[in-house]
Antibody, heavy 122, light 109 residues
């Protein structure tokens, strides 16, 4: 079974760093683009960026460029989303999701993680 | 940036009836358009990709149509599990970024 399992909920203070994870199973991790999507409380979906684990090629939305870092470790089939200095406005649910076809750049997101809730509050 | 605009924001329909949701792109996205359903407290689920291809396991009551800038999701006979929020997403703008619409909430009339 193809699965993406995300790390658990986090509560952090402004200015702290954070790295959340998304572990893949049931498919060849290196061959599929994997992306991150933000959903702020009560709001819609925002596409943040994607990474191709085979060579770590990464594309960011301008809204998130420089604010987060997306990475992947092929050896443990895990993608990451990282912040160096959190803000209260980073409070949201974060989903990882995989492209539907291998190697394909223009593609929909067919397998989703369960989400990681990040709360940033002093 | 390609802006995706969904209409209406909220749609009230009775169970068993047909629902038609719209999505408009600010510039052509060819048929690189997907639809997702998100139930409360759950991750989104892919329904349609390539504007009209149903994803694995999606029932035939869901159909997608359109190309370039105008797209439609039709649910032919609404079931209880269909009352949720629906998002469209373009994935044409490579190597730039992709965008979602703001969502349509489908509620029970």
């Amino acid at each position: 079974e193809v699965q993406l399992v995300q790390s658990g909920a986090e509560v952090k203070k402004p200015g702290e760093s954070l790295k959340i994870s998304c572990k893949a199973s049931g498919y060849r991790f290196s061959s599929y683009w994997i992306g991150w999507v933000r959903q702020m409380p009560g709001k819609g979906l925002e596409w943040m960026g994607i990474i191709y684990p085979d060579d770590s090629d990464t594309v960011y939305s301008p809204s998130f460029q420089g604010q987060v870092a997306i990475s992947a470790d092929r050896s443990i089939s895990t993608a990451y989303l990282q912040w160096s200095s959190l803000k209260a406005s980073d409070t949201a649910m974060y989903y990882c999701a995989r492209h539907e076809s291998p190697h394909k750049q223009r593609d929909a997101l067919d397998v989703w993680g369960q989400g990681t809730m990040v709360t940033v509050s002093s | 940036e390609i802006v995706m605009t969904q209409s209406p924001a909220t749609l009230s329909v009775s169970p068993g009836e047909r629902a038609t949701l719209s999505c408009r792109a600010s510039q052509s996205v060819s048929t690189n358009l997907a639809w997702y359903r998100q139930k409360p407290g759950q991750a989104p689920r892919l329904l349609i990709y390539g504007a009209s291809t149903r994803a694995t396991g999606i029932p035939a009551r869901f159909s997608g149509s359109g190309s370039e800038t105008e797209f439609t999701l039709t649910i032919s006979s609404l079931q209880s599990e269909d009352f949720a929020v629906y998002y469209c997403q373009q994935y044409n703008n490579w190597p730039s970024w992709y965008t979602f619409g703001q969502g349509t909430k489908l509620e029970i009339k």
